[in-house]
C-alpha cells in the first residue's frame, strides 16, 4: 500500500512501546527512538514507521515527501486532565496568593471555583465556546492533539449542560479531539453547604442519568478534599456512576489525604488525578488495582506549595502515571503542557522517555483511547507532534518556550512553523 504522505529524515522520532495497556513502574523507562526516522501515513493513520529512506513498496508518484532533517517527532501530546470551559478567569487571586491565603481558605470564603462557578453560570454558550476554542488554539500549537475536558463550573443542571455542549460542538468543530467528563460534584452549591450529600444525591438521581441519556460524557469525577467531597461521599457518587456506565475518575490527595484514593481503588477508578499528598499505603493500593495516577505539576506550581506529586515511588512501586496540565482558571492557568512534562523531569526526577510516555500512551488509556492514539503503531490515528529539536531531551532541557514546530492531525498539518493554519 502506498503512502499518502511520508515525513523523512527525522534526527529522532520517539515511539512509545505499545503493550496495549498503560506503562508502569519499570516499562516507562522504554521507548523506541528512531534515528533518521521516517513516518508514512496512509488516509490519517499511521502506516509505517522506519528509519532511512522508505521503502519503495510505501511510495509511489502520488505521495508527497516532507522533509524533517534535524528534527524530532513524538505522537501527538495528549492532555488528559483539564478544566477547559469556563466563564471569567482569578487574576484577582493571585495576589491573595502571593500574600500567603490558601486555595482551600478562599474557596472557603466563597471564591476559588465558586466565584467561576458564578462567572460560568452567567456566561452564555457562545462566549464560553469562543473562549475555550482560543484556549484549544493555544494548546494546539503546543502540540496537543487531543483533550480530556470537565465539566463543573455550573453545579446546576442547566450550566453543567452547556458546559459539555460546548466540548461536545468542539470536538465536532475543531481539529483536536476532545473527551468529555462531568464533574458536577467539582464544589458545594451555597444552599448545600451543611449537607453536600444532599447535592450528590441530586447528581445521582437528577444530572447522571441526562448526562447518559444525551451522551454528553464517557466519564464521571468528583472532587475529593477537605471542605469538599469527602470518601463517603465520593464512593456513593462513583458507585451510581458505575452502575450507569460511566468509567472513573477521582480528585485526590491533592492537598490533604482524606480516602479518595483508597475510593479510587476499591471502585475500579480509571485514575486518580494529583495525588499530591499521596501516602505509600496509597501508592500501594494504587498500584495493586490498576489505578493510573495522573500527575499535575502545574497545579503544585501554581498553588506555590512546593508538594509534588511523589512520581518516582509510584513508578517503584510498579504504577502507571500520566502527567497533564490540569488548566483550569484557578489552580494551574496554563495551555503549555511542555512546561508539565519540563516540571515532570525538573521537580519530581523523572526522565525524558518517563515524561513522553506519561504524555502520549500513558495518557491515551487514561481517557480509554489506548485503541486509537498514544503511539505510532500502524493503524493509529497520525496525530504527530514535531519539535524544533534534535533529540527528545532537548525540548526538556530548553524549559519554557514552546518548541513545537509542526503538528499534523490525522495525517492534516494543522500548525505550521509554530502557527495555527
Ligand atoms: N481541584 C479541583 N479542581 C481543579 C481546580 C479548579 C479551580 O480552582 O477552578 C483542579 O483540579 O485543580
Ligand atoms: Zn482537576
Not at 22 to 32: F, I, Q, R, V, Y
Not at 40 to 55: C, Q, R, T, V, W
Not at 261 to 270: P, S, T, Y
Amino acid at each position: 500500500m502506498f503512502a499518502d504522505k511520508v515525513l523523512v529524515h527525522f534526527n529522532q522520532i520517539f515511539s512509545p512501546i505499545d503493550l496495549g495497556r498503560p506503562l508502569k513502574g519499570k516499562e516507562m523507562s522504554d521507548a523506541t527512538i528512531i534515528e533518521d526516522g521516517f513516518i508514512a501515513i496512509k488516509d490519517g493513520k499511521i502506516l509505517a514507521l522506519g528509519s532511512g529512506e522508505p521503502d519503495a513498496s510505501l511510495v509511489n508518484a502520488q505521495t508527497e515527501i516532507i522533509d524533517y532533517t534535524g528534527k524530532m517527532a513524538s505522537p501527538g501530546l495528549i492532555d488528559c486532565h483539564t478544566h477547559l470551559v469556563y466563564g471569567g478567569s482569578r487574576e484577582n487571586e493571585f495576589s491573595k496568593k502571593l500574600n500567603g491565603v490558601s486555595y482551600l481558605d478562599i474557596l472557603r470564603e466563597g471564591g476559588g471555583i465558586l466565584s467561576t462557578v458564578r462567572a460560568t453560570q452567567a456566561a452564555s454558550f457562545d462566549t464560553m465556546y469562543d473562549k475555550t476554542k482560543n484556549l484549544l488554539d493555544k494548546m494546539l500549537v503546543h502540540g496537543v492533539t487531543t483533550v480530556e475536558a470537565k465539566s463543573g463550573y455550573g453545579l446546576n443542571w442547566e450550566t453543567e449542560k452547556r458546559q459539555m455542549d460546548v466540548v461536545k460542538k468542539l470536538d465536532e468543530m475543531e481539529p483536536i479531539d476532545l473527551v468529555s467528563t462531568f464533574m458536577g460534584a467539582h464544589a458545594i452549591p451555597a444552599e448545600f453547604k451543611e449537607n453536600p450529600e444532599g447535592f450528590i444525591d441530586i447528581i445521582i438521581e437528577e444530572m447522571l442519568p441526562k448526562v447518559k441519556e444525551e451522551n454528553l460524557a464517557e466519564f464521571c469525577d468528583i472532587f475529593c478534599e477537605t471542605g469538599v467531597f469527602n470518601a463517603h461521599e465520593s464512593r456513593k457518587l462513583l458507585l451510581a456512576a458505575k452502575e450507569m456506565g460511566f468509567k472513573l475518575k477521582i480528585h485526590a490527595d491533592e492537598i490533604d489525604s482524606i480516602g479518595g484514593v483508597d475510593v479510587a481503588a476499591e471502585v475500579g477508578a480509571v485514575s486518580a488525578e494529583h495525588l499530591m499528598a499521596a501516602t505509600d499505603e496509597g501508592i500501594k493500593k494504587m498500584a495493586d488495582a490498576n489505578v493510573i495516577g495522573n500527575l499535575l505539576p502545574g497545579t503544585t506550581f501554581s498553588l506555590m506549595v512546593n508538594t509534588y506529586a511523589p512520581a518516582k515511588k509510584m513508578l517503584d512501586a510498579g504504577m502507571a502515571i500520566t502527567l497533564s496540565t490540569d488548566s483550569n482558571p484557578g489552580s494551574c492557568p496554563t495551555a503549555n503542557i511542555q512546561f508539565m512534562m519540563q516540571l515532570g523531569c525538573f521537580e519530581m526526577g523523572l526522565t525524558p522517555i518517563q515524561v513522553f510516555n506519561a504524555v502520549t500512551i500513558n495518557a491515551a488509556y487514561s481517557i480509554d483511547r489506548g485503541d486509537t492514539i498514544g503511539s505510532f503503531k500502524e493503524g493509529k490515528r497520525a496525530d504527530i507532534a514535531i519539535f524544533d529539536a534534535a533529540n527528545i531531551d532537548y525540548p526538556l532541557y530548553f524549559f519554557a518556550t514552546n518548541l513545537v514546530k509542526d503538528v499534523y492531525k490525522d495525517g492534516q498539518l494543522v500548525v505550521k512553523d509554530f502557527a495555527r493554519i
